[in-house]
């Protein structure tokens, strides 16, 4: 039993007053002669018993009276041995894309809020998290408020983040309770962060009511020709097979193509459409279809006209640069250490130094400026290399020293699948490649470099070195076909093609939400100016870089709806950009709740939010007592009245 009042029980000491009045009060028999007197002793002996009886009745009724009293005024009640605490309930309530599915109720989200709101303690303290907020310490109105205006975000969060937000929230408060809730569909990223360390809490799984989904995964351009574009979509079918379903492609809002197609289950199916060339698209693809998910029936993405990458070739004469370097997608110049065009330089995108023997100091001092400008160079040393005159140029941008020239035949043989200069390159990690060789190669040590092709004594055979604003690629060994086959080894295409490609990031065909993307603008900024991304209801300022030829924007945590976006200077649009919800989001897959259980004694499963907050209110229920000491009180009160009228000694 636990008291509200505590300090009233002190009055307790007062029950020795009326201990004391009794026995002041006692009465004292006089003697009085009288004849029969041996009849009248029996009589007088039965009185004094019967009223000492009466007496101490009396006295234990009043001390029960007075203690039943004071008992009331105290606020006597039983609970659990933490509810005399105030509870503080941690909500973590998820609120991601995939929650909008439907279940029984309705959509997921919104009936997790109402059930939540109905059944949640009016009189505790909460504190709310979902993906994309946290809201410590409300109120139950608070809490109310917030929920009824609840939205889905794009953005996910792992459950490693969500118990490091609780651990921080809990660690402060030692004099309360806590309950921790997790409410979700824990859909298949929320990875498996639970231990036996991990607080006390309770999981609920909301269930979806339907097991199929229809998703436009991706889009592609398979073929761009002279006066048609073919615009390839493919769709991802989760579940039995669909019929007749309607897809329409819209440049804004004119309508290109229309047609339907079927999918057999669990497939997937691309989509073919042949439309006009046309400089500039704000594409926009559409699927009728009810199922689980409606936000992965609409797919944006925007086709810019898009500049030519400029590459500057600078060493002996070679044609494997014009193989890889096509008119349609390069603007290729291949001058002589001896006829540089120094004019030019500065508008290249990417400068290849091919085999020189000596870096002159005029050109070292060029591309000093031109990396510091945002260029991209490769560095690919000749067997006859002054390695004081390539030291002197690469010190001027980074620490990277070369120490000696070593005459060995080594193989090419690792290949980081893993660096982004490969993504998408490979299928799948080649075991049975036919490793290219090198008769000689320079070492070289560095800080900051990252290794993309290395030997097979583990040295490295291409590097990518970190500058301050731009990346340089070197290459420690010649690669003419007198010191080595490269040139005939498949690995040549795409090595050189992504020096293209990453020299200059063009706005890709679409995007997702909530990641980080570099996109570089063509554009040459006034001083003070900036580049704005806006759509048709808010404008933001992204971080940039501003080069002498181009600004390099980053986005991640804006914007942070799908749809269209304008890159602007000054209100004027320099190119459009499309932002989708990740297709994560769509998949049906989710975490088996009993393997989770099996991961820790301290996760409770449970198979609702009511029975969830039904469960709290028991644990934190608070049976009142003082209401059954005042009853006694007044039957004591009562008991007292009877006696003193009835009981005649």
């Keep these: 039993m636990h008291f509200k009042n505590p300090e009233i029980l002190y009055f307790l000491w007062l029950l020795i007053i009326p201990i004391l009045v009794h026995f002041f009060q006692l009465q004292k028999f006089v003697k009085v002669p009288f004849t029969n007197v041996a009849f009248l002793k029996k009589i007088i002996q039965d009185s004094r018993q019967s009223s000492k009886l009466k007496k101490w009745l009396i006295l234990a009724i009043r001390m029960f009276l007075f203690s039943a009293i004071i008992f009331a005024f105290s606020q006597p009640f039983l609970s659990h041995k933490n509810a005399t605490k105030a509870p503080h309930i941690l909500i973590y309530l998820d609120n991601s894309m995939s929650m909008q599915a439907r279940g029984e109720k309705g959509s997921l989200l919104p009936v997790a809020a109402n059930e939540i709101i109905e059944n949640a303690p009016q009189q505790s303290t909460y504190s ?85 989904n229809l998703s436009i995964d991706s889009v592609f351009i398979n073929n761009n020709g002279t006066n048609k574009l073919t615009i390839s979509v493919v769709l991802k079918n989760q579940g039995a097979s669909k019929d007749n379903v309607p897809i329409a492609i819209f440049n804004d809002v004119k309508l290109l193509s229309k047609q339907t197609f079927s999918v057999e289950k669990d497939s997937l199916k691309t989509i073919n459409f042949s439309i006009q060339s ?58 002589t250490s001896q006829n540089v065009n120094y004019n030019i330089l500065q508008k290249q995108q990417l400068i290849i130094l091919f085999e020189l023997e000596n870096i002159p100091e005029i050109l070292s001092n060029s591309l000093e400026v031109f990396s510091n400008n945002g260029g991209t160079i490769v560095v690919i040393p000749n067997h006859n290399s002054s390695i004081i005159s390539y030291n002197n140029f690469l010190q001027k941008l980074t620490s990277t020293k070369i120490d000696s020239k070593i005459i060995d035949s080594l193989k090419i043989t690792n290949i980081h699948f893993n660096h982004p200069f490969f993504e998408n390159v490979f299928l799948k990690k080649v075991n049975n490649f036919e490793y290219p060789t090198v008769d000689h190669f320079f070492t070289f040590q560095s800080k900051n ?91 933001f300022i992204p971080p940039q870089q501003t080069f002498q030829n181009k600004v390099k924007i980053t986005t991640k945590e804006q914007p942070s709806e799908a749809g269209f976006y304008n890159i602007q200077r000054n209100k004027e649009t320099n190119q459009i950009i499309a932002f989708n919800i990740p297709k994560e989001e769509s998949l049906l897959q989710f975490k088996d709740m009993s393997i989770l259980k099996n991961t820790s004694n301290n996760i409770n499963i449970s198979s609702s939010i009511s029975a969830s907050f039904e469960k709290v209110n028991k644990k934190n229920e608070v049976q009142q007592l003082w209401k059954w000491f005042l009853a006694l009180a007044i039957v004591s009160l009562l008991l007292e009245i009877l006696i003193l009228k009835f009981y005649k000694p």
């Design 128 to 212: 709310l998290i979902t993906n994309d907020n946290l809201y410590e310490e409300i109120s139950y109105v608070e809490l109310k408020k917030t929920l009824l205006n609840i939205q889905n975000t794009p953005k996910t969060v792992d459950l490693n983040s969500v118990l490091l937000k609780i651990n921080n929230i809990t660690k402060n408060k030692i004099n309360t309770s806590s309950e921790i809730i997790l409410i979700s569909d824990f859909q298949y990223n929320y990875k498996n962060k639970f231990t036996n360390v991990t607080p006390s809490l309770t999981a609920i799984k909301l269930q979806e009511s339907q097991k199929n």
């Design 278 to 335: 046309q400089d500039k698209i704000r594409g926009k693809i559409e699927i009728t279809f009810s199922d689980t998910f409606e936000f992965d029936n609409t797919f944006y993405f925007s086709l810019n006209s898009t500049k030519k990458t400029d590459v500057l070739a600078i060493g002996n004469d070679t044609d494997f640069f014009s193989k890889i370097y096509t008119e349609d997608e390069f603007n290729l110049v291949q001058n």
């Design 449 to 539: 470099s990252n290794e993309i092709i290395s030997f097979e004594n583990n040295l490295a055979f291409l590097s990518q070195i970190k500058t301050a604003k731009s990346p340089i690629y070197l290459f420690s060994s010649a690669i003419n076909k007198k010191n080595s086959n490269l040139l005939n080894s498949p690995l040549i295409v795409p090595i050189f093609y992504n020096f293209g490609k990453f020299s200059f990031q063009h706005s890709q065909l679409y995007y997702y939400l909530l990641k980080e993307y570099q996109i570089e603008v063509d554009i040459q900024l006034q001083k003070d100016e900036i580049l704005e991304i806006s759509d048709e209801n808010s404008t």
